[in-house]
């Protein structure tokens, strides 16, 4: 299950590389049955709908997870496969131009049918067809790194499928439960910031596909050096007791303190807090997936934009570290807290290739490459990430006035 | 049920009021089951999607209509009341000022719960509640005419569902089925053309709420006088054979067919057909409730927009009957067909309230009068209209460009 | 000159048939130059702006009113005619789809060149084609009705520089001055409003092409008989003082005041007041062609929409008259004033076209015809409007939502 | 005056630093007297139009680069000096909010007065103000920087009046010209690329402040090193001829060459070629500001956006260049061409500040730093570039979707 249900779990992915993985079938099964997890508490209505075109419909999720083990494995490499509905082709393609024609993606909440149930059918035609085809093909070591790209890339969903429902129950007056109240059990951030001192220099980050086994995306490779002036890091995020300070010294209204394409934002979508706080009578509450609750001044800070991260970053007198900062730091052993499991930590770098990335050939090269271009790197993980998803190389990345995900501050200065 | 699953009854709603109605309590449990029935065929999924602005999901429908009940007498009336949810208050006002705060509307489509059971034990609540209360309230008769809205109100809906449905359905790549397919047994229109001639002079039309005890919404008063010229009138409604004729003789590239804002809104929207129909290698369908079927050329043409009547009558050298021609033709008993039942008549009339109209004081006022402006009025009714819900001053009311009714076309000149 | 730089001539153009017409090319030359004069105080930087797309440049104007004559008079009758230059064809079109392309409306201010002198030049070539044609011409007579739109169609033109330039001035912070400060001499309005009765029954009205020689547009016609239950109409027009009260009343913020349309538009666009009102710490200004004035209590109110005319009238207890009540109390000789060169007063009509109204053959016909859409009748004419121009018969129409015209409210019940 | 106008010269602004340069008082006469001569053949119509958002008036650029001084040298320093206008300080503000309010930009074109003369006569009394400040003053050295600053924003503004001219003149229909036909004179670039091959290393890139009195503006520094990878760098530009080989292998249609947004816009915006580009009957065009020329096949390729260079650069199995490489190799006096005095550049770098870059105190602060945000560098300067405004430092941007810039291509591998 996600952080989100269990105490944080602060250990580095670096330290994982040496425990036994289970076999490629068990993974599988196990990623397999969490998502549909995920989505048992949930009704046909809630997993139907759409609440705004960057998110997506809960049956949508389930269904294109299962659409990418069909089509980049199934169909290319299983003889015998049949497919369960030749519709789902173009109905579940998120955005693989190559494999061909695409159903709108603001348009997935209109698709009624197939039913809930008709997926959940389609989930299990899958499952079976890979187990089968696990156990029994010759090829399977030459495919593993293609069913592990598509289990990570599960675990993607996994994270998106709770932003996303998030996002939908929010927009909903009578502010709908999820889950049970069940204590997040952040590391409680009531002590002042410390900050690590690093001397830089020639660093290197990024991921060695060569000598390291362990799955990365394509986009954190090559491995290459990077040279950095010295620098301080701050040893934990962000508190929501600090960034209320930053509210109440007029953060929210001077234009000094943020990029211009942030200040023309906050003024045309009138932010005055982060996303899914709400302030009542000098109450501040906070819409979370068990419901409203009372803001919990000693956790992170959660659902900011880059551009409030950046604001905030300048109000405090610092700024936000870059990709390569935080990477080193992190790999460092440095004193750091909460880089895992926590918030998503928006890094002041944009993201793009690492010199000498290149894409993979074929569709499945489509999968992080074209987004190169307006967005921001987030580094870490968040209480919504997949277990075992969190690892130092790990780049994540969305544009920078988008809140929805549980992404959070880190300094650095 | 609908037109739509049976025969077309052709009879005139002007012969009915010598047939004695059932009583205001049956009436009231018949007319909420043909309701429950025609969302009876729908999953969960289907009947929570909003397709788009114009159009409502199908458990908002069902909820409205019960919150009609629940707002305009169960609440104001019965003593011992006890509102099944008071969110619902907000949740379902569709755009009574009055009553107070309504959910965007939008935004129907994004709120998944309550779910569609809960909506349904809901109406259970609310018939149950509205039943005891017109059994036992000395009221009853005060309130016939605030209950009668109500069942009349449920009925328009009825037949959005069914609209809102077909748009819906629509978008779905897969085209899928509502119902079994059952012939329409529309009266086929394969004779020419035949012109009724009418002489004009004074005539009267609207509703007279003094002497004409039958229930009619309150824009359909007062009756009064109107001057008209000679006139002709079809005899029947333009076929889809006809209207494909206007498409082959270029009928959507003309501009000199159009009203100018119809031809902007052909250009912009690159209309060339009805809505719902599709050409594939010379061979045209259209998508129904039943699926997707060969287009009849000799059913009436459908889903087309005022702008499309409006040219289509131009090219035919001839013109839409305004609304008084069109109801003084009908009530003379001439010897039109297919004006109920079949396909909504655009005129060319706009819709204003007749003279002398006044609007009811209170939240029930806003019904009809606050629309009076940028609408265009049809007359009749369609194979999708209510069964009984037919008559000479009914005015259906739509903005130009709308195409999701059952709307046609009868000519006049 | 127009009505704006001297007092009212309240008199109707009714009488006016009896006096003896000037020649048409006297009437040309007048009339030409009273367009030039309009222009005179502007620079070509006032005459190149377009402040929004339903307004135009000024220098557009000039062009489009001489293109006019070229287009339809010289170049398909004048033999000798050679064109000033071929590419104004599609430059100065405004709407005629007949005439070929035209340039896209809202990109008019985006033509820097040809200038302004040019421009003139292009008028002074035009006039001295038209003058020789008009003179040597044996088709003279058969031409005069063309000729005769030609004029008009400039005269509804110097209307609207008036109506675009001020609008364009209205942007600029410096609130710039387009003439010197000359007293309106507005018939002052400070009396009780008193009503005029009228017994309706069958009137005719409309333009009768037949038994009138005056010129009239093609949507004044027919003249045709329509019936009129018993009315009341105001005999002058709503003032700035009694405007004024439905603000303090809260007229803004009732929602039961407005149609849902306008309604909408009060929100979105935030209107709190008649355009070109301005209040500071308490007092009110009014944006004129003459600079910020300070608001003057018993002047016409001015610039306001169809939607805030139908919910002064609706606040006030009485309704907008309609077209024909309208036109026949004004036929009739009755008690009115201020029915021209005040204010437009708008209508509780629709535009459409009168009963039997065809439109003209060839590009012509586009003239008002294919606008019979989503638009209200204003009737009389305003202290913007061109000498001569008002007549009891004549249809202005604009959006519901429109302001920008010089348009008051004249109440019926 | 600009490169359009004479031969390119290609020398590097490396060799300029030994020149002496004139008084402060003759650069700023000789400048300000080349900014009057860009306008000097253009007309009040000509210098009123705002063609879209992005670009401004002429009419503004001459009073923006007029309040500039104003607002940051005379009114803070020069005692004596009387503002020419004090509703300038609003109306000529682009972007300072530090200022106060500022006029909307994308209404700069709305406002026809001041017109064109008044804006010289702005300009000339702040150009004697400013003679006789520093003439006078005992300040001077101290206020070198702003002033230098203030001369280098007009240089700038000097390119952006041509831009912005361009875009302007190129809606026109008619095409019109803004100078006459004087052949650019660009290397012709008949020859293979050739390719340099650097080792890159541990590099050096970046304005030093301390070390380098040569002004430059604040985003260019601070010095700082980079590591490079060895990489391979043209030695010239892409061509017409090269790019229409890209047009021709379908490069407008394959949606594997483009970033995701690229492809977005490609479709959204129907490009098929360079902006300004156009074919008739398989013959290419190009709109210059000498009017529409045929397409010099050797020339650099001219407005192209960052997703056009991106996706060029892919199919030519190329890549483009970052930031660091561009500058490496033209300060290590490789044997590139063309990169001055060309075409802008577009690198593969997202425009953020260089590591400890700072934003300067005050108003003069906002010049660089809030922009960096969704932005591309490009690197070194293009025929419409301000003599002696090239330097290897200069840091250019523009978001990636712009092309009414002077920006071509040079790839990297």
Redesign the interface.
């Known amino acids: 299950m996600h952080q989100l249900t269990k105490p944080e779990s602060s250990v580095s992915s670096v330290d994982r590389n040496a425990i036994a993985q289970p076999s490629l079938s068990d993974q599988f099964s196990r990623l397999r049955a969490q998502t549909d997890a995920l989505a048992a508490p949930l009704?046909?209505?809630?997993?139907?709908?759409q609440?705004m075109a960057d998110a997506s419909p809960i049956?949508w999720h389930l269904a294109h997870t299962t659409w990418f083990f069909e089509t980049f494995i199934l169909e290319p490499y299983a003889d015998s496969y049949r497919a369960f509905d030749p519709?789902f082709k173009?109905?579940f393609n998120s955005?693989y131009?190559?494999i061909g024609e695409k159903?709108p993606r603001p348009?997935r909440?209109?698709?009624?049918?197939p039913?809930?149930d008709r997926v959940r059918q389609y989930r299990a035609h899958v499952n079976a067809a890979m187990l089968e085809f696990l156990a029994t093909t010759s090829q399977a070591a030459a495919l593993h790194s293609l069913v592990t790209l598509g289990l990570n890339h599960e675990q993607q969903h996994q994270e998106l499928m709770l932003t996303d429902l998030k996002h939908?129950?929010s927009?909903?007056?009578?502010a709908?439960v999820y889950l049970e109240a069940v204590a997040e059990n952040m590391v409680a951030t009531k002590s002042a910031t410390a900050w690590s001192s690093l001397t830089g220099g020639?660093v290197e980050i990024g991921h060695d596909a060569e000598q390291n086994q362990q799955f990365a995306f394509d986009n954190e490779s090559p491995r290459?050096?990077?040279?950095?002036?010295p620098y301080q890091i701050a040893n934990r995020l962000v508190s929501n007791r600090e960034y209320l300070a930053f509210i109440a010294d007029g953060g929210y209204s001077r234009?000094?303190l943020?990029?211009?394409?942030?200040?023309d934002r906050v003024r045309f979508d009138r932010w005055c807090a982060p996303m899914y706080w709400r302030e009542e009578r000098g109450a501040w509450t906070e819409f979370t997936l068990y419901g409203t609750q009372a803001l919990d001044l000693d956790a992170p800070v959660c659902h900011v934009s880059f551009?409030e991260a950046d604001a905030y970053a300048r109000w405090a007198g610092a700024r936000l570290p870059?990709e390569a900062e935080w990477e080193h730091a992190v790999s460092a052993a440095d004193a750091l807290t909460q880089y895992f499991g926590s918030r998503w930590q928006w890094t002041?770098?944009?993201y793009?290739?690492h010199?000498?990335f290149t894409v993979a050939a074929g569709a499945v090269g489509?999968y992080n490459g074209?987004?190169?271009?307006?967005q921001f790197v987030l580094k870490g993980s968040s209480s919504a990430t997949a277990e075992g998803h969190s690892r130092v190389t790990y780049r994540n990345f969305f544009q920078?006035e988008k809140r929805w995900q549980f992404s959070g501050i880190r300094l650095a200065r």
Request: glycine share 8%.
């Open positions: 009704s046909p209505e809630d997993c139907q709908v609440s049956k519709a173009v109905l955005y131009n190559g159903h348009e909440g209109l698709i009624s049918r039913s809930l939908m129950l927009m909903n007056p009578s709908p020639l290459h050096q990077v040279f950095l002036r234009h000094d943020w990029l211009s394409d942030g200040w551009f870059t002041a770098s944009a793009l290739g010199p000498g489509e074209k987004f190169m271009c307006n920078p």
